[in-house]
């Protein structure tokens, strides 16, 4: 048997905490909720859950200070549910690796299929870690490790005499992140449409994968704002230009 995933729900409104925590425990979720940033701070030290619902409007911390520390950790998905429902709250959210973004008031039964949904994903991306443990993507003067994250610098010029060499320290991508680039590296060259690279997941925020998009280019592009490597082809998604070779 599998075990049950462990869920965080993080919102000053104890009704809203009651009725999630419900909503979840009857979907044979493990539940816990926190009033405040402090608490569950504090739970963290002790326990990782494997997904926190954040709201933004806390009484002791600034919901995106929250949500950006709790990106910034492992293995944890992160889903804001809040009554900021502007644009740039939304952009925000998902720029700091926030996987997903419902606005109150919200339907209880479309809460527990976004959660689903993330869950399906967060499976897939272990089993392509797992599956592809030794493979690494080498492209345009980049090399990707997908079983640890993490993007880092070559020298082009050595690549095939030496397997290039390491600049600096490289970077880790998020989990978001990770999904995106890994369907540009296994569809170079290829037109993706904004309907493949959103996937399942449900009533999308029609800006999320540009937001995603956008975090991912600022890690690859020498000129983000003109980007080379992934271009966008207005009106049907985007194409990686590269060649891409597993080593």
């Known amino acids: 048997m599998t075990s049950r995933k462990l869920i965080y729900i993080i919102d000053d409104e104890r009704d809203i905490c009651d009725i999630v925590s419900r909503e979840l425990s009857a979907y044979n979720f493990d539940v816990e909720t926190f009033l405040t940033g402090a608490q569950v701070k504090q739970a963290l030290q002790v326990k990782s859950p494997d997904l926190c619902i954040v709201d933004l409007g806390l009484p002791d911390i600034d919901g995106i200070e929250l949500v950006k520390s709790l990106c910034e950790q492992a293995n944890m998905g992160v889903m804001i549910l809040s009554g900021r429902d502007g644009v740039t709250d939304r952009i925000l959210g998902l720029e700091l690796g926030a996987d997903d973004y419902i606005v109150k008031p919200f ?107 956008s975090r991912v280019r600022k890690k690859i592009e020498s000129n983000p704002k003109q980007p080379t490597l992934i271009k966008t082809v207005y009106g049907v998604g985007y194409i990686l230009t590269t060649d891409v070779e597993w080593i």
């Open 107 to 213: 339907i209880p039964r479309e809460l527990v299929a976004r959660v689903n949904s993330l869950f399906r994903r967060f499976k897939k991306n272990h089993h392509e870690q797992e599956t592809s443990v030794s493979k690494i993507a080498q492209f345009a003067g980049w090399r990707y490790d997908p079983s640890t994250l993490t993007l880092s610098g070559v020298l082009s010029c050595n690549v095939k005499e030496s397997g290039g060499e390491e600049i600096g320290q490289g970077s880790e991508l998020s989990s978001a992140e990770h999904e995106l680039l890994m369907l540009l590296l296994h569809s170079p060259k290829k037109i993706l449409s904004r309907d493949q690279l959103l996937g399942e997941r449900v009533s999308p925020f029609d800006r999320s994968i540009d937001v995603r998009m």
